[in-house]
């Protein structure tokens, strides 16, 4: 009976061991999952932000393109311009 006994404590010293175990795993398990979680939004974010980086600075060349434009415009009507001028004149 007494041995019985023993027998029964060391298995539910062995099984709570191996309960603490494989909480720890889950633990660990869980930390490496959120913190995956967590590299992922970063990276989405990261994404995000490069995208908007992207869009201003399109905005921006393209807005260039238009002012180079209408620079070139103005540049290449000069002519006409003073000549119509010196016509009206």
Do not use: G, Q, W
């Not at 007494?2 to 027998?7: P, S």
């Not at 930390?31 to 979680?37: F, L, P, S």
Request: charge should be positive.
């Amino acid at each position: 009976m007494l041995t019985m006994m023993m027998m029964m404590a060391m298995m539910m010293m062995m099984m709570m061991k191996m309960m603490m175990t494989m909480m720890m795993m889950m633990r660990v398990v869980m930390m490496m999952m959120m913190m995956m979680m967590m590299m992922m939004m970063m990276m989405i974010l990261m994404m995000m932000m490069m995208m908007m980086l992207m869009m201003m600075m399109m905005m921006m060349m393209m807005m260039m393109m238009m002012m180079m434009m209408m620079m070139i415009k103005i540049t290449t009507n000069i002519p006409k311009t003073s000549r119509s001028l010196v016509n009206t004149f």
